[in-house]
Structure formats: C-alpha cells, structure tokens
C-alpha cells in the first residue's frame, strides 16, 4: 500500500528552526513531483513548497529563503527545512506526491488538486 508518512512537527519558538520529513512507502520518490503545503486553523490549505522529480524547486512567496526543500532518494524521504519561523508560519503541514514518470521533469505545481496522493500531516507550533 503506497503512503507517506510526515514526521518532524512539534512548538519551536519564534526565529527558530524544524526538520519536517516526508517518508515513502510503496513507490519510489524518484518518479514523483512532491508537494508541501500547510493549513492553519480555521484557514484554507496554502501551497509552501514543491520539488520537481528533476530537483527544481519553488517556494511561495511568505517562505522563500527561509524554507529550503530536498530529497533523500536512498531513504525515499523528502524534507523541509524550515528557518526563521514565525508564528504566522503554523499550521498543519502535508506532504503530497503526484506521478510524473521516470524522465526528468520541471514539473511543479502549487495546485493542490494537482497532487493525487497525501500524508496525514504533521503539527508546527510557532510561539513564545
């Protein structure tokens, strides 16, 4: 059974820093666009980062140079490290795959209907 499994949440305080991870389990990372995106409460989801199957990047405007997104194809797991939050920077964070093949792809969307497979999310706590 495919699934990711987003681990890495937790209370930090404002300017500090977090690790979240997205794991994989039943298919291999290397074929898929992966996606982050997080949800406040009582907001709707926001798009935060994606990273094409090719290692392309972007960030939403609210994260970038704050928020660096990579892969650890080896372990089938991908990160978000997360610098200089802030407390409008909580929420729920989810991990979301979609399938773009084998060959290199800039493939990337901020779409969350776009994204086909998702992990049950993990909590960030930004306060003092």
């Known amino acids: 059974q495919s699934q990711l499994v987003e681990s890495g949440g937790g209370l930090v305080q404002p300017g500090g820093s977090l690790r979240l991870s997205c794991a994989a389990s039943?298919?291999?990372?290397?074929?898929?666009?992966i996606g982050w995106f997080r949800q406040a409460p009582g907001k709707e989801r926001d798009w935060v980062s994606c990273?094409?199957?090719?290692?392309?990047?972007i960030y939403a405007d609210s994260v970038k140079g704050r928020f660096t997104i990579s892969r650890d194809n080896a372990k089938n797991t991908v990160y978000l490290q997360m610098n200089s939050l802030k407390p409008e920077d909580t929420g729920v964070y989810y991990c979301?795959?979609?399938?773009?093949?084998?060959?290199?792809?800039?493939?990337?969307?901020?779409?969350?209907?776009?994204?086909?497979?998702w992990g049950q999310g993990t909590r960030v706590t930004v306060s003092s």
């Open positions: 039943g298919f291999i990372l290397d074929d898929y666009a």
């Open positions: 990273s094409s199957n090719n290692l392309n990047a």
């Open positions: 979301a795959a979609e399938f773009v093949g084998s060959d290199a792809s800039d493939w990337c969307t901020g779409a969350p209907d776009l994204f086909h497979s």
